[in-house]
Structures are given as C-alpha cells and as structure tokens.
C-alpha cells in the first residue's frame, strides 16, 4: 500500500501545483557554460549503423583528448521516434542532449520551438564554413540566423533500365516533356512495366516539375510566407506530373497512393522503366532485381540540357538551447559536421558531404554519385523556412491536392487553389 | 466438462472440423507470411515473386535484430514492463472488482460507469499531460513512467471483466466463512482470491498485450536513457521512412509475437475455465 | 450477473462496512485518479487554450480561447465526412467481429480437441501480433504487384487500396483478423460454462443451432457479450494504426480518413495539443454517450450492472 499512498501525496501535490492554465516547461537558454564535463549527442540510428559509429567514435575519441576533462555521450535513436523525442527533449531540458541531428526541413519548426541555439558567429567564423553549399547553408538558416551545421545532403535523380533503353533504342531524355513521350514508349512497348513510375503521395518527386516549370511552394521571407503553389507556373508543373497517372504509364489505381520508397521498390523489383530516386535509394535498387542493369542521370528540366531543380534533403547537426555546455558543444558540432568527418562518413555510409569541394572529390571516387552532385551543382529547391512548414506536410497538404487530380475529383486549378488556402491558414497560424 | 458433450453426428462433427481447420489456416496464412519475411533474403520480399515458400532461407534478418546494441536488455525490460503491469493491475482490479460488485454503497453505478469511459480517451491525446505528470513524479527515463500509465490503463477493462468472476463465487460460501470465525482479511485473501485466480489469468492476458506491444509512452517519456528503453522500439528502427527493413520487421515481430504465444500457451487452460466462471451463476 | 442475484445487503457486518468498500477501492481510485482522471481534466483544459509545442517550449504565451478550438473542428467540412465514415466503419468492423467471433466460438464447441486447440493458437496469433506488422503484412498479402491474394484469386492487378469502399474493406478485413480472437475466446469460454443440460435439452427439442443461439445461449451469455461488445466499439471506433499504415495515412486524398487519424494528421502530428484535445474532447463525449444508451437498453431488458 505504500505506493499509492506515496502516488496520492504526489497527485496531490501535482493538482495543487498547476493553477488553471496548461503546463509548459521554461526552456530558456542556460547561462552557465562548462568548460569540461559530459557532452551528450543524439545522432540518428541507421539500420546498418555500425559504420557510422565507428566514424563518429573515432571524432569523439580525438574531440575528449583534446579537451581536458570532457567525456562524450552519443546515443543512436530510431528515426521513426524522433519527433516525440525532440519534444520530450526541449520539454524537459534535463533529459534533453547537448547536440543533436535533425532533419533539415524540422530546422525553422525546432526553433520556433525554442530547441536550438543561435550558432551564427561560430558559423560564420568557421573557415570550412565558405565551401558549404548554398541550399545546405538554407537549411540552417531561419530568420538570417545560422542554427546549426550541415551534416549530409540527400538528392532525388532519374534512375532508367539501360537494358530496356537498349532493347527499344531509346535515348536518355533530356527534357521533362521526352520523359513522357520516352514513359509512354516504354510503357507500349512493354505492358508490364510502368514506364516511369510516379506516386501521388510523393511530393519531393512531384516538386522538381513544379520548380522546373518556374513555380514555387511558397514565396516571402523572414516569418511571412504565401503559398505559390496556385501561381500559373506551378499549375504547369502539377499538370505536367498528374499526367503521368493514366493507363499509358502508371495506371492511377495502383499509383495514386504511392510514396518515394513505394516507387523504388517498383523500380528496384524490375517493375518500371524509370524512376525518380534517391542516392540514398542506391542500396535498396543494387539488393533488388535490376542490379547492373540500371542508370542514373540528373532529372531533366523545361529546355534541353538543363536539370529541374531538385530538393534539397538531409541533416543538420544542431546544438540545443539547454546546453551547459555551449563553448564545448559548438566545437564538438563543428568537428562532427567537418570536412574530414563527412568525407569519412561518405566512405562509410554514403551519405553526400555538404562541401562542394569534398563532394567534387567523392564523386571522383565513387562514379555512382556523379549525377547527384550534377543535380546539386546545377541548384536544388528547399522547403519554406517557416514552423508553418511541419503542419503543411503532416496535413498531407501536397498528396492530397496531387491525388484529387490524379483520381479525378478536383480540377488542377480547383486543387491548387484549396491546397493555395491550406498553405495560408497555416502560415498565418503558425506566424 | 471435459466429456465430449454436445458433440452432433459423424458426419457434421468431420464437416465443422473440416471448417475449423480451414479457418485456422487462413487465419494463420498472414502469420506465415510474417514469419516467412522474416527468413526471406534481402530484396525477395520486394521482388515481384510472391512465392509461398522462399528457395534460400537465411537467418540475415534476425541477425540484424539480435545485432542491435542491447537488444537483451530491451527484452528483458519489456518483460519487467508487461510482468509488473500484469500483477499491479491484477491486484488493485480484484479489490475494486470485490468492492462493486460484494457491498452497494452510493455512487456504485456512477463508479461503475466512470471505469468503463475512462477507456474511452484516446490514447495519443493524453500523452502530453502525462508527460507533464511523469516529469513532475521524476519517473521519465524510467520504466516506471511505461509502467504507471500501463497500470491506469489496464484497470477499468480488468475490473469489469473480474466482476462476473467475483460475482459467480456463491454468497453462502462468503456466509459460512464468517460462521467459521474468519476475519473479512482472510477470507478475501484465502478464500476469494483463488476462486478467482483464472478470471484474474484471463484478464491478465489483455494487460499483457497491451503492455508488451505499446511504443507510444516509451517514444514519448524515454528520453535520455536507452538502457531503460523496450523490445518495440527496436523494432522501429526498421521503418526507415526512406528505405524500410521489411525483413528485419518480419524477423523482429516474429521474436515479439513469440513469448506472447507462450504465455498464451501456458495460460490457455486456465482461460478457457477461467472465463468461464463469468457466467456461472 | 442476473437480476436474481441481489448483492449483498448492507450494513449487516456492523458499522464500520460502510468505509469497507471504500478500502478496497482505493488503490484503483488512486491510481485512476492521479493517471487517468487529472490528464482528462487536463485534456479539456488543454482544448480551451492555443497550446502548441511552440507553449509548451518554445515561450510563446499560452492564450486562452474559450471554445476557439472546438469552433475550428466543427467549422471544418471534413470532421463531419470524417465522424460520419468513423461511426458507419467503426460499427461495420464491430458488427463482422462479433459475428465471425461468435461463429466461431459455437464452431469451437463442436470439433474436437485437434482442430479446436488448431484454430485456437492461429487467432491466438493473430492476437498477439503488433499492429503495425499485422497491417503491413496484410498490405502485402493485397499487394497488386506483389501480393499473392490476387494471383489466388485470379484478379489480376487490382489495386484495393484505390477505391474509397474496398480500401476501407480490406482496413475491415485485417481488424477482424485481429480482433476477432478476442472475442471468440471470451465467448466460447462462456459457452464452456453453460449447463449442459440447457443445452441438452434444446437440442433434443429440435430447436436448429440458430435459435439455441438465439434463445438459449444469448441471452445466458448476455453479461460476457455486454462487456465484448462495448470493448470493441471502444477499440474499432478508436481504430488507428491499420487505417494509418494500409491507406497511407488516411487514403488517396483523405477518402479513407476515420476520427483517430484525421485528429492525428491535423494536430497531433504537428503538435498542435489544443486542437487535438479538442478533437480527443469530442471523440470521448461521442464514445460516452454511445456506451450510456447501450447500458441504458440493456437495462430496460431487466440487465443489472
């Protein structure tokens, strides 16, 4: 009986404790700034994660000599319960981490969340900072302020069958509109493959039509953002990639529902003639059936020769606000986000550095990764830096515009136009 | 009871054992496709073969799961979970279950109607001001933050469930043990209570299902300390959302299903003469 | 459980009987007071705020909105289509698993141990499984490319998950499939304890399997089927994971949407707390007023609680 005793005392005390409005937690900067002591990290856990840890413990192990005093925690955690434990985390700082990686398009959410710290002098006075890419640098910066560094970029590019390309004597297409006819040839020729296969819940495959086209998702800056996504140019791009859904390349009815892996694995399965995917996508594509039969070329854009924009993905490696730690936890960041530690971290992982000059070396190394940092070279898209950005995309905002076209319900102006509304009641709540 | 009462004729009986076998294997056949995953090769899963049996079984997938850090003590922590969660809910339901369902005292039914709808709140919603309460009982980052809420939650079902069985046991028994000299402790400890010990086995089932499978408090309320962490959140490190594990899934919910059968096994009996009692009046 | 058996009266164990009860229900009350009722209290006053992550951590001020957040779920055309598809999916799944668990249970009785102890460990199983691989598992079974239901069935590549009806068909399907088990065991348990003679003495009146279900097992099952069938409109109306996982997060433009995952996608996933709690608030008066007129018709039938 002692423990709901105690539990009575304790509910007791909690009820008397909250007045009459919801609890927060004050999750203000810490002032103190320990030169020595344990640092914790929280890096994402990779499913064949033991080449990552040994690059990471190698930086840690050379980080805790050269700081007198210093131990370093790192803990690896799932990236399927990431968002509930960075909320936990900036809920209660005590159990929060000093640094942490974080999906790049979380940045402007994590800090109007008030999670992360302000690094923008250690980042402009971090002389490897110069050869960060421009997109990666975006994917910092909120509000002109830098918080945190660049970790790795992930690109989305064309993957095609060499085999069936040979077969019907096709050429690699150069612009958006010869990847229809070049799907549609495919497709007629060989039934049973998807020509190139597109999903309606896949809005990072769709948004390079969109950006090609001259559309954007949404235009403003510092803290005001509009959606784009209703503008003509747009519209073009929505159009352009809807069409793709019909009988004559992928049928809406199998379609209509699928994601980014959904479409790889179609293609990885011999299923489709091409696709839109991932360097990450690599090993799911080299484990399946097409292996040595495939290539990968930048995604094409409007005009012959150019590359649609692509999005930006990746990570970030971010201090946390809470930090008792800050001197400390800047230097361990810089040094887990180097130069040396990413071009390590693409020999292990594969996992694209965000220096331009340390990729320029790895795709020299590793052949395959060429069209991606092609893609990046040619300037990739980034989502808006807006908190607003997390609800549009757990409301499924984009899928659900791409799919009431694709299944016919809503007319592309009529799409856009909800979707255009959506995107403002969100950044005008978020604001 | 065990006499084959009720049993029809020859031909009727082979054509529901017929039906009974078919029945188990389709429900069965999705179990098998779980456990076969979880053997396949990388990338079979994807192909576009979807062969009943797979040509070159290999054990890659489980090895994946037994090769992530601490996978013993994940385990291990889910069956503290699930045990404590099973016997504190056990205990205090039976006290609740003897209390409305032996006396009438006021406010019986509203009480009775209070456990029902607080298994009516969804979950996800509560998670916040539970996190809060956790926190303000310093029990994040440990399993009692999994094991207090699991406790609540398991209760209102257990005690409704338990009244049948407290209510089957006869009023005159509860008479002649006070005739007897037994004092009220006793005989709720020594005499009730193994009465009802396989309506308590029934209802322990439900707890332990719910306590073994949940993620959602050990997502949200185990931050710092991974050692503290249980067996389905290494499960989640399979749903990669770029590029899911499905073989280690399938090998993953394959080893978690499996001690839920067993205990299943181990109680089956009791359970089916347990439940029973619900309704013996 | 009948209203035969009248509890016992009170007061005859002198005085102090009456803190008795009270005794023992303490630890239960305790716990559900401190774990479940504050954060319910808490719940509703959560809904009557703008309470964001950006509140809880972030240092904005935490405004109060009266009713704000409740005039935002209610202003919005989708809740309606939303509740509406819930309760009509909810009560589909509750009615199919009674009636599959039933069935089987009265199957159960009659084969012998073999087959029955056979069927018992495959829905044991199925019990058993997590939902989320029990959802994906299924999702691969009716996979048009990669599944193996449609070469048996000879459909070719019918997709299921496009339409909005067999979308939410095949969600039915896989909630039966893990449902079911429960209740059938439960059921067949309460069958195991009827007096044979009751049974004996119907079949030997003629009476076909359907009326001595009907007429002589229901209605001595009644206590057993009250507490099953509230649990699983409980459960079915609270559906999440399978509709979350085998419609991709609520179907081809939202078609497949029920109340769980619709308060999951517009709020919880963003971790707007007030909106969601109003959403929760919501979902919890619909549930509670379900149950009270259920209890409220069984009473009227003469059922005690």
Known sequence: MK?????????????????????????????????????????????????????????????????????????????????????????????????????????????????????????????????????????????GKVYGAPFYVGVRALYYRTDVFEELGLAVPTTLAELATTARTIRAAEPGLYGLVVGGAYTYGAMPFVWANGGELAAGKDGSYTSGIDSAAARKGIEQYTSLFSADNCPPAKCAGMGGNDTVTAFAAGKAGMAIGGDFSHTAVEAGAVKGKYAVVPLPGVTAGSIAPAFAGGNNIGVLKSTSHRTLAVELMKALASKKTQASLFDAMGFLPTFTDVRDRAAAKEPFVKPFVQTLAAGTEFVPASPAWSQIDSQLVLPTMLQEVISGRKSVTAASTDAAKKMNDAFGSAG | MNLPRGLPARPWRLAAEACALLTAAVVAFPLYWMVLGAFRPAGEIESGEPRPWTLAPSLDSFRRVFGQQEFGRYFLNSLVVAGVVVIASGLIAFLAATAVTRFRFRFRTTLLIMFLVAQTVPVEALTIPLFFLMRDFGQLNTLGSLILPHIAFSLPFAIWMLRGFVKAVPEALEEAAYLDGASRTRFLWQILFPLVLPGLVATSVFSFISAWNDFLFAKSFIISDTSQSTLPMALLVFFKPDDPDWGGVMAGSTLMTIPVLVFFVLVQRRLVSGLGGAVKD | MTPTTSPRPPGRRGARDGTVPWLYLAPALVVLGALLAYPVYQLGLISLFRYTQAQVSGGQPTVFRGLGNYADVFGDDQFWRVLLATVVFAAACVVSTLAVGCALAVLLTRVRAVPRLTLMLAALGAWATPAVTGSTVWLFLFDPDFGPVNRILGLGDHSWTYGRYSAFLLVLLEVVWCSFPFVMVTVYAGIRAVPTEVLEAASLDGASQWRIWRSVLAPMLRPILTVVTIQSVIWDFKVFTQIYVMTGGGGIAGQNLVLNVYAYQQAFASSQYGLGSAIGVVMLVLLLAVTLVYLRLLRRQGEEL
């Open chain 1, 3 to 143: 423990l709901p005793v105690r539990l009575a005392a304790l509910a007791a005390a909690a009820l008397v404790a909250t007045a009459c409005t919801p609890q927060t937690s004050s999750n203000s900067a810490s002032d103190t700034d320990d030169q020595s002591g344990t640092l914790r990290v929280w890096l994402f856990q990779e499913v064949g994660n033991t080449p990552k840890e040994k690059v990471v413990d190698s930086v840690v192990t050379a980080f805790a000599k050269a700081h007198k005093g210093t131990k370093v925690d790192v803990e690896y955690i799932p990236i399927d319960t990431r968002a509930q434990r960075v909320k936990a985390a900036f809920n209660d700082p005590k159990s929060a981490p000093d640094l942490m990686e974080y999906g790049n398009t979380d940045t402007a959410g994590h800090v109007h969340d008030g999670g992360l710290l302000d690094v923008t002098d250690a980042f402009g006075a971090w002389p490897e900072a110069k050869d960060t890419d421009p997109t990666a640098r975006t994917s910092v910066t909120v509000d």
